[in-house]
């Protein structure tokens, strides 16, 4: 598996998009076929060859297509389908990102699908080309990262905030940080409030989205260590947890997968697309 992971050069890009990312399966490539995809409540916009398909089951729902796509947030663990070689290019926007962008065919906020995406027509640019971005992203990244900088500006640069927006910038700057209960007080702005405009913006619920960083955190933690050297009633307590049990209903609900064996199966799970590992 070939893939990384870089972030825009360009300020005011940086300000939407969180990274730009590729990644590559080779036909000689040993890896799982159908790896899963963990909660994430970035949007991703995914460039592939025209011809190439996409296949996502989120339950028993499938979204499959041909091409270039939108994978919008979603709060429950996806299926990709990983058994042929595929390439695919991806922007990794911030969270609450696409609230301030016009995309059509796209409602706001819409979650756990996959739009398909003409980028040439999203971008309002001709010369907007999936494959040659791709080929660029294979043989030079500083210049695709580059490319990918100065197609997107223009559009980024049209993206219009409002009060909503601005609140949920302010939170996410600390929820990473502060007990949902303490950001009212924190941000000068009652608690009810607080959750209608990030909910406007993201789609999403501040406990939701805490939930979301807080599984990306310990499943990365869990990665970088051996089974054996793992204490899984300091992992509950360390990431919130009221004891051992809570924690295996919590990845079991979400992931589908106990403690345990996410350590044993590391390599099956990508944690986010913009955070992917090689096999």
């Known amino acids: ?115 398909p995406i003409d980028l040439a027509s999203l971008l309002d640019n001709p010369n907007a080309e999936a494959m040659s971005l791709i080929k ?18 223009p559009w980024l640069s049209t993206a219009k905030t409002d009060r909503h927006s601005e609140l949920t910038r302010k939170v996410l700057g600390v929820l990473g940080s502060t007990p949902i209960a303490e950001l009212g007080h924190k941000l000068f702005c009652s608690p009810r409030t607080l959750e209608r405009s990030f909910n406007k913006v993201t789609g999403l619920t501040l406990k939701q989205c805490q939930s979301m960083n807080k599984l990306e955190a310990m499943l990365e933690y869990l990665y970088k260590r051996n089974l054996d050297d793992i204490d899984w009633m300091d992992v509950a307590f360390q990431f919130g947890f009221s004891d051992q049990p809570h924690l295996i209903r919590y990845l079991k609900k979400t992931i589908g997968l106990t403690p345990n064996t996410y350590a044993k199966q590391g390599g099956l799970t990508i944690d986010v697309y913009g955070g992917v590992r090689s096999d």
Not at 51 to 74: K, M, N, S
Not at 136 to 153: G, I, R
């Open 1 to 115: 598996m070939i893939n990384w992971l870089q972030s825009p050069k360009s300020p005011q890009v940086a300000q939407f998009v969180d990274c730009y990312w590729l990644i590559e399966k080779t036909p000689d490539a040993q890896t799982h076929q159908f790896p899963i995809l963990n909660p994430d409540p970035s949007a991703h916009l995914i460039l592939s060859p025209n011809e190439q398909a996409y296949h996502y089951t989120i339950e028993q729902q499938i979204d499959q297509g041909v091409g270039c796509h939108l994978l919008l947030p979603h709060h429950k663990a996806i299926e990709l389908d990983h058994s042929k070689p595929f390439v695919h290019l991806g922007i990794k926007f911030h969270v609450g990102a696409l609230y301030t962008l016009d995309i059509p065919d796209c409602p706001h906020p819409s979650l756990d699908t996959v739009n």
């Open 136 to 153: 660029l992203a294979q043989t030079d990244v500083e210049a695709c990262c580059q490319q990918l900088d100065d197609l997107l500006l």
